[in-house]
């Protein structure tokens, strides 16, 4: 089983829309959370850092729920300049390990 | 701010051939690590070094080999480059100081083997 999974899409929405991105966790010790978003051929970009008690920047959402070892990405107004891939990452401490899904491609259409 | 910087950015090799891939970071950070991304597949580790003088095997280690003589350097060396080596190669460095803290990637280098 992989370590991360993604609904790798296409999401194609259009401006203005709200779209939301889940990700999987399959393990339970996984102790840190982010969502970083990477554009073609580009390096990753860290989007934000994901918070036990959800946490919001702008017009992003995330949420952690560690009982369903589950996160989710919600961007709201969804602008031109989203489109993107979307990958969820995990992180264990020890040896400070980082798990990265596939990701999940975003296109907002005009 | 110059935060992780790779080069090369481009390099095509023949099979066979050797290359260095060399990863700098000006962030002090203890943690560095190095990816191959290919498409459908992600990210994924090939070695990483949790502090200088030290290295270890990611998910696809072989192939490659790694040093880390040097605190704020990491490289990455193909001893004889074979076509499944083509790919994106990403590095990447975290701090240890405090615990959650994010990746920081460099812009990375795109190798072609023919």
């Known amino acids: 089983r992989k370590e991360v999974e993604q609904d790798p899409g296409p999401f194609n929405v259009p401006e203005g829309a709200t779209v939301a991105f889940n990700c999987t966790y399959s393990?339970?010790?996984?102790?840190?959370f982010f969502w970083y978003r990477q554009d073609c051929r580009k390096e990753p970009k860290l989007l934000m850092s994901?918070?036990?008690s959800g946490n919001e920047d702008g017009r992003f959402t995330a949420q952690l729920n560690r009982a369903s070892q589950y996160i989710s990405l919600l961007i709201r107004d969804s602008k031109l300049s989203d489109s993107a891939t979307y990958l969820c990452?995990?992180?264990?401490?020890?040896?400070?390990?980082?798990?990265f899904g596939t990701g999940t491609s975003l296109t907002v259409i005009p | 701010n110059a935060g992780v910087t790779q080069t090369p950015k481009f390099r095509v090799l023949k099979t066979g051939q050797s290359m260095t891939l060399l990863c700098a970071q000006d962030m002090n950070h203890e943690y560095m690590y190095w990816y191959r991304q290919d498409p459908g597949m992600g990210l994924r580790l090939i070695h990483y070094s949790v502090g200088e003088g030290t290295t270890a095997k990611g998910e696809v280690p072989d192939g490659y080999n790694v040093s880390r003589l040097k605190k704020q350097n990491f490289l990455l060396g193909l001893e004889s480059a074979a076509p499944s080596q083509t790919s994106v190669y990403f590095c990447a460095s975290s701090s240890d100081r405090v615990e959650g803290q994010p990746q920081h990637f460099g812009d990375g280098t795109r190798l072609s083997i023919l």
């Open positions: 990452v995990v992180n264990r401490y020890t040896g400070n390990q980082f798990y």
């Open positions: 994901v918070y036990s």
């Open positions: 393990n339970s010790a996984s102790q840190s």
